[in-house]
């Protein structure tokens, strides 16, 4: 069944089925099965501030493209959003992971929970961009800001939308000219009898505004009611009319030339928007598509849509129980000329997964696809025949909004943290450096006090933390971290060891 297709009847019962919003946020989420011995990660000794979360590797890295994973957990310990400090012991935040489930780098939120971490370009220079803020369930959006980190995790900038808007959750793209496209939700009242509501209904109008990220200056805004009308959804509207109506549901901004591509989640469309009029030059799918879709290329309730190189367009079809059954990363042909939409690719999760919200399709070099599958806690990288490389989950009741492969080098500028256990005849201790990439082996320096520590033993880094028993009763312990050159990258302050 096509996304023109589908009855209110069918829309309702996968609704109820699937809500917009993520269920750990909404207070459903389901402890996920108990993993197997895959499972990699405990509690940290040198940095007992942070607790990450857990990771099973189901299917190992094999052939992937390099660089970390980049994931936003957000899970059971966030399900009241307004709590000043997460309740449970894993931290929601943004964290970089390797291939085998360890995290690189994990930044617990400040502020709420933390969404969409990913790589991105600005001065010049790689940054780590992420939303912060507090969720609004329902329907699932965000009051937030967006934040930017140099290589040393320095906040260098922090954007907002302007007008009285607050950022929400679901896009953050920095141009080549400096300027950020994001979005955000503004709370009007609209009649709504035309399709089936209220005269005075409360209705959520998503706003997409370009800001100058140096200056905080608006270049370019765009209302959704003023183009899209309200007969475009696919979500029915609340018989109450103080329920919010989140008739479009846009989560997606990319740059099209001189026009931007966004993705509506509830008309099930790809608008295209020319950037000086904000008018609506063709839709993609939906109620009122201007192409023809082609066999199994139609889509619904997608996220994260892309324009690429060579003129396709890629998406993450979260799907619905209705129609197909299966959310897939996807690429479209879209022939413009012809008005035509023809399926390329599709790639399904080993599971069989249906992403009740959430998710992404991010392309890769090589004709690899990486894909996070949003409201279901997986990952996974595909090979250009769709033949998957590497495959994992968050082992707790965990999720990601998004997750990416993106290579990343970060250079903290605090020291290495280190801790130290006596033994039976040896001395543990336990060395890490949250976020140096850098570092491929740890030197123990030991002594009887903080001024005589001499070097007794080096040991390749494993993991996020590294453990290194040490021959004989040592009082004090330090470290240093050792880049594959040999050269010393930093080192610990001394510590007791006890």
Known sequence: MSANELDRRSVLRMLAAAPLVPAALSGTAQAAPRPSAAVLGADLISRPDLHPPLMEIITPAAGTEPGHVLLTPTGASTMDV?????????QPGSMLMDDTGQAVWFGPATEGVNFDLKVQQYQGKPVLTFWEGKVVVPPGFGHGKFVVLDETYTRIAEVAPVNGLTGDLHEFIITPQGTALLLAYREVRVDTTSVGGQPNSKVLENVVQEIDIASG?????????????????????PEDPEAFHDYIHLNAICEDGDALLISARCTHAVYRIDRRSGDVTWRLCGRKSDFTMGDDAAFA???????????SISLFDNADAAGRGKSRGMTLNVDEAAKTATLLRSAESPEGLLAPNQGNAQMLPNGHMFVGWGGKPYFSEFG?????????????SMGSYRAYRAQWVGKPTDAPAVAGKPGDGVTSVYASWNGATEVTAWRVLAGPDEQNLTPVSDAPKA????????????????????????????????????
């Not at 209302?223 to 309200?230: D, R």
């Not at 250009?384 to 707790?396: D, K, M, S, T, Y």
């Not at 021959?471 to 007791?496: D, P, T």
């Open 82 to 90: 307004n709590a000043p400090a997460p309740r449970a012991p894993i």
């Open 217 to 237: 200056e608006l270049i370019f805004e765009w209302n959704s009611l003023e183009h899209v009308g309200l007969d475009e959804s696919f979500y029915p509207v």
């Open 384 to 396: 250009p025949n769709n033949e998957v490389l590497f495959h994992g989950r968050f082992a707790e």
């Open 463 to 498: 993991g996020f933390e590294t453990k290194i028993d040490v021959q004989g009763a040592h009082a004090f312990a330090a470290v240093e971290a050792l880049a594959g050159s040999g050269a010393v990258l930093g080192r610990s302050a001394a510590v007791q060891v006890a």
């Open 301 to 311: 309730w997608q996220h994260d849509v892309r324009r690429h190189a060579d003129g």
